[in-house]
């Protein structure tokens, strides 16, 4: 999927951010026709873009035009809003606390109920946080050999500032939602927008 963006997507967790990585191997799409250049349309970039959207926060094709409605509706700059939305989702939020080492493990272990927002066991990856929420490692799950090794690396990974985490007790707080700025995900959504426009 890296090669097929042309960018990092992150989505091995550890394994990005070593020489096994496929994407530092081969820098240019998989397939046998990957390393032609053909010229890419206006359409081609906003398909790309899209593409890369719903493959970093493993979203389908439906749910990720759900998104973007909802966004088109809300105030504000659409391609921000819908950042926002995409950020705000639980499992991005677990990963962002440092809770995961991916995106694709954190919806796993979101799934599988290991955390409570609130006091009340979440498991639906797609749960919106707002501003308020506390999310915590819930009591019967902290003992899994997961959260020891995650509590061990926990440190390694800057945390964003739109949320209070207590490295601790494995539990963090949505302080705010996050502005455009600290969104750090290779995305021009400028293209999105004008995708969803036509």
């Known amino acids: 999927m890296c090669r ?7 989505l091995k967790g550890d394994r990005c951010y070593t020489d096994k990585c496929a994407f530092l191997r081969h820098q ?15 359409y081609g970039l906003q398909l790309r873009e899209k593409q890369k959207a719903r493959r970093i926060y493993g979203v389908l094709e439906k749910q990720f035009r759900r998104y973007f409605f909802e966004a088109d509706r809300r105030k504000g700059v659409t391609g921000e809003t819908l950042l926002q939305l995409l950020e705000s989702r639980l499992d991005n939020t677990v990963f962002r606390m440092g809770l995961a080492r991916s995106r694709p493990e954190a919806r796993q272990l979101v799934r599988h109920g290991h955390f409570a927002v609130n006091g009340r066991k979440v498991d639906i990856p797609s749960y919106q946080t707002k501003p308020g929420d ?8 902290k003992g899994k050999e997961v959260f020891k090794e995650i509590k061990d690396t926990v440190d390694q990974q800057g945390v964003v500032d739109w949320l209070d985490v207590d490295r601790e007790e494995l539990k963090g707080k949505v302080v705010r939602v996050p502005t455009r700025d600290e969104i750090d995900v ?13």
């Open 186 to 198: 290779p995305i021009s959504e400028h293209y999105i927008v004008e995708l969803y426009s036509k």
């Open 4 to 10: 097929r963006e042309q960018a990092k997507l992150y």
């Open 134 to 141: 506390e999310i915590v490692v819930r009591e019967n799950s």
């Open 28 to 42: 240019y799409p998989p397939g046998e026709h990957g390393q032609s250049r053909a010229k890419v349309s206006e």
